[in-house]
């Protein structure tokens, strides 16, 4: 039997590490995924945030038109602009369903 590469154990680490589960915190995929445009407070006061047009997240208002499952189809498929622009990002791929539910949790957060 030939030796088992090392490469090869690494990534299997890798593969079980994140089939069991060793998803980030909403507050670390917060930090990593959105802090760039809705920035840190939710008030999108960030120069990417102003630009593209993004809400201010703490407006109780505003979030009150949305329901969670609103938030969800936001952020697994991103947001267009009537012109068909990219305004958001999609995250359908790189968050699962239990981060995208626990994102909704941190959004709300921002408005209470
Ligand atoms: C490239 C910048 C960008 C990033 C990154 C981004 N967003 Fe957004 N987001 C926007 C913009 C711009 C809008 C407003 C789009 C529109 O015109 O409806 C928006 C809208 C939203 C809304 C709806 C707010 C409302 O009042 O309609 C939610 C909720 C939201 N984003 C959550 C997130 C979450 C959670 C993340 C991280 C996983 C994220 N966004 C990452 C730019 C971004």
Redesign the pocket.
Known sequence: MKPIPPSSLLLAFVALAVTAGFAATPAE??E???????GADGK?QTR??RK??????T?KA??A??TDD??IK??KN????AKGE????A?GD??NDAE?AA??Q??RGFAK
């Open positions: 995929n917060w990593k995924h959105c802090v760039g445009c809705h999108a990417i945030g593209a047009g993004a809400k201010d997240l407006d505003n979030q038109k949305l609103d938030i936001i952020v991103g947001r267009k602009n990219e305004k958001m990002e995250f790189r968050l995208i994102l909704v941190q959004v």
